[in-house]
Every structure is written in C-alpha cells, then in structure tokens.
C-alpha cells in the first residue's frame, strides 16, 4: 500500500457545482495536510495547509482532515473553469519531507 | 509572500551537455531547499534536500554525482545535470521553506529539461 493514495481523475463537473476531492494515506504519523494546485506547465501553488483533525475553510476552498480515518477532502464551491487543474494533496510527520499523492486532474466545464 | 524563482523554464541541449538550473527565494530566506522531478502525469519525487552552507542529502537511487546541488547562500540553491542524456528529460522543481520548524514548501515554476 503507497503511503498517499489519491485517484488520478480525471474528474469533470459543470461549472457552479460544488467538488470533492479526496486522498487516503497509511501513516498514522502525518501531522500536516496540504493542498496544492498545478496548472499545465507550472509548479504547484499552496492552497491550503492545515494541522491535525478538523476543517479549514478559505473563500471558495474548505479542507477537512478525519485523522480517525486517515482520509482528507478539499472541496470547491461554485466552481469556475479558472478551478481546471490538477490539484495535489500532500502530508508531512513533522520532518522536512513532504509526500504528495499523483494528484487529481480536475475539469470545470463551462 | 514566499515567492520562488526557478530559471530557466525550458532548455532544450544535446547530450552529454551540463545543464545548471537556479532556485531563488525572492523575498524570504530560505534555510531549506528541495529538489524534485516529475514525470508527466506522475507526482513530485523528491531528489534532494539542500540546507544552506551544507551538502546536500539526496534521497535513495538519486546519483549525487550526477545532479550537483549547491546552496551557497540563503536566497539560491543550484541544480546541474551532469552530462544529461535523453532519460534525464524531465520536469525540475525546486521549493522552499521560509523559516525553522514545520513549514508548507513553496515552489517555483519548474524547468522542463529536454535532452536530444
């Protein structure tokens, strides 16, 4: 079992809906959750970092962690095609290292 | 906040050349670089980790002597490809932390290597 599992996509949902996106991972250690966007051709751009349980939310973008259950979501409300990207969730023990999953290639349909 | 800088952003080079590739934090100090690569649809695979006025420590199957890594001050950290070959084309990305303990990595834009 990989440490961060996340489905590959690609994911399409009309423009306006709210989306999900999810990763799984296997160690009980990680502390610190992230969200990263990746456009076509460009390094991944923080979204959202969060620490422990719980939910984060900013503007349009909520993160939630369920430590219990080793599983992360982001979510998008009123999505744009603007949102069309691959989205990459990322976890950390506390050390330097981060792990990303494959990412998520996500397309809002206008 | 916590800009990163990576140039150049494509370099197309025959094989055999040595390619050198530039991280810059432009406005934040960075004690701690990372160097990853990333194959098309895949995710980042960290190569390396840079701190500041050390050597670098590169994750196990990457040949140190075939990627140079120098961060010789706390606003740049180099990568250079030895003597690439077309299995070194790839997508580079460097990151940064801006501080001590725990902190999300920035990234810069990444440079796509192409090896003829």
Known sequence: QKEVEQDPGPLSVPEGAIVSLNCTYSNSAFQYFMWYRQYSRKGPELLMYTYSSGNKEDGRFTAQVDKSSKYISLFIRDSQPSDSATYLCAMSAGDDKIIFGKGTRLHILP | GAVVSQHPSWVICKSGTSVKIECRSLDFQATTMFWYRQFPKQSLMLMATSNEGSKATYEQGVEKDKFLINHASL??????????????????????????????????????????
């Not at chain 2, 997508?91 to 440079?111: E, K, L, N, R």
Request: glycine share 10%; aromatic share 8%; with cysteine.
């Open chain 2, 75 to 116: 606003t740049l950290s180099t990568l250079t490809v030895t003597s690439a070959h077309p299995e070194d084309s790839s997508f580079y990305i460097c990151s940064a932390t801006p501080g001590q303990g725990v902190q999300p990595q920035h990234f810069g834009d990444g440079t796509r290597l192409s090896i003829l």
